[in-house]
């Protein structure tokens, strides 16, 4: 059984950078694609970006695009999410989840909660 655990979250100003991470264990992800979302309070949760775990190949929202970045770790099991340039709207709960099909992905982590102050 596959789990997934996301850190990194926390507060930080508009203009700002973190990394989130998102840590595999209980089996391979070869083969699945692995992807962030997020949900703001009061909105549906919404697809960020997704990266495939053999070709590494990557695909990002609109809202996103030039500001995030997401990248893999094949030794460590491990998806990191680059967020730089950050917005207040980029507040949300930030999930990291896996499948072998996309967007119907079996797998979600807990979650980490993103504060950007304006």
């Known amino acids: 059984q596959l789990q997934l655990g996301e850190s990194g979250g926390g507060f930080v100003q508009s203009g700002g950078s973190l990394r989130l991470t998102c840590a595999a264990s209980?089996?391979?992800?070869?083969?699945?694609?692995i992807a962030w979302f997020r949900q703001a309070p009061g909105k549906v949760r919404e697809f960020v970006e997704r990266?495939?775990?053999?070709?590494?190949?990557?695909y990002y929202a609109d809202s996103v695009k030039g500001r995030f970045t997401i990248s893999r770790d094949k030794a460590k099991n491990t998806v990191y999410l680059q967020m730089n340039n950050l917005k207040p709207e980029d507040t949300a709960v930030y999930y990291c989840?896996?499948?072998?099909?996309?967007?119907?992905?079996?797998?979600w982590g807990q979650g980490t909660q993103l504060t950007v102050s304006s």
């Open positions: 990266i495939t775990w053999n070709g590494g190949y990557t």
């Open positions: 989840a896996a499948g072998p099909t996309f967007p119907a992905l079996d797998y």
């Open positions: 209980g089996r391979s992800l070869t083969h699945y694609f």
